[in-house]
């Protein structure tokens, strides 16, 4: 592959993130009703009417971020690639910043999946339709844990970067840090259904999920530059020609 077709790769990845991002809070947050999200309190009748109310706009919501979320793949890949770069002959970092974020793509997947299912059938036993619920929210709460590896190893290489002009600053490596530990508190939404650790409340749900997307934003801001100042930097440098070497 030539460096020009390479290079545009990357930048297509790079945009990925942008386009998770604006995606992610459309359908998953917006029409797929989780801006608010439904109370781990309510009533196995409650939720269904709420089901019923919303129908079509929960399937289509989360049938589509079940497409969307992919796009949190290509932008995975390159962080793990301007990773791999700082990091040498053994990226260690890299591959569990990779893994972290492949994980994060199906554990999101999964949740999605599930609520498509307690809308699949309206009809059906209102316990049904709470329990596959409950498996929604704790499947993307209580398994914050890989998100969370993805990025403490981005800050970790992120800080050992010695570059003049290095892919993070330490400021977003020490934020990365923070973010990533913001999810904590969502461990309580397996036990507690109303308050802050509740799966619906401002600890377990708005703090760390606006921590995670705000870090994604500034981490995406920061890759673009990186590919746009290495590509700069290759058109910049003459191409070597073997028979002016020989002259």
């Not at 998953?28 to 079509?56: F, K, M, V």
């Not at 932008?75 to 700082?86: G, H, N, P, V």
């Not at 921590?211 to 191409?239: D, F, H, N």
Request: hydrophobic share 50%; aromatic share 14%; with cysteine.
């Amino acid at each position: 592959m030539d460096e020009k077709t390479a290079f545009r790769h990357e930048l297509i990845s790079a945009w990925c993130g942008p386009a998770f991002l604006v995606t992610f809070v459309v359908f998953w947050g917006i029409i797929g009703q989780n801006l608010p999200n439904p109370s781990a309190a309510l009533t196995a009748e409650a939720l269904q009417a709420r089901y019923a109310e919303h129908l079509g706009s929960i399937r289509f919501g989360f049938i589509i971020s079940l497409i969307c979320v992919t796009l949190y793949l290509p932008w995975t890949a390159l962080l793990s690639t301007q990773m791999a770069r700082i990091e040498g002959r053994v990226p260690v970092m890299a591959y569990l910043q990779l893994l972290g974020g492949g994980l994060t793509v199906m554990v999101v997947s999964f949740s999605a999946f599930f609520w498509v299912a307690a809308a699949f059938r309206p009809d059906q036993d209102p316990a049904t339709t709470q329990m596959l619920t409950d498996l929604g929210w704790l499947c993307i709460d209580l398994q914050y844990a890989c998100t969370t590896l993805q990025m403490v190893a981005a800050a970790m290489v992120g800080l050992a970067d010695k570059r003049e002009v290095p892919l993070f600053p330490r400021w977003v490596c020490y934020v990365t840090i923070w973010c990533g530990l913001s999810f904590l508190p969502a461990s309580f939404t397996g036990v507690v259904k109303t308050g802050p650790f509740a799966w619906d409340g401002m600890l377990s749900y708005y703090i760390p999920y606006a921590c995670w997307l705000g870090w994604y934003t500034i981490a995406s801001t920061y890759m673009i530059k990186e590919v746009k100042r290495r590509q700069k930097a290759s058109e910049a440098t003459p191409e070597y020609n073997p028979s002016l070497s020989k002259a």
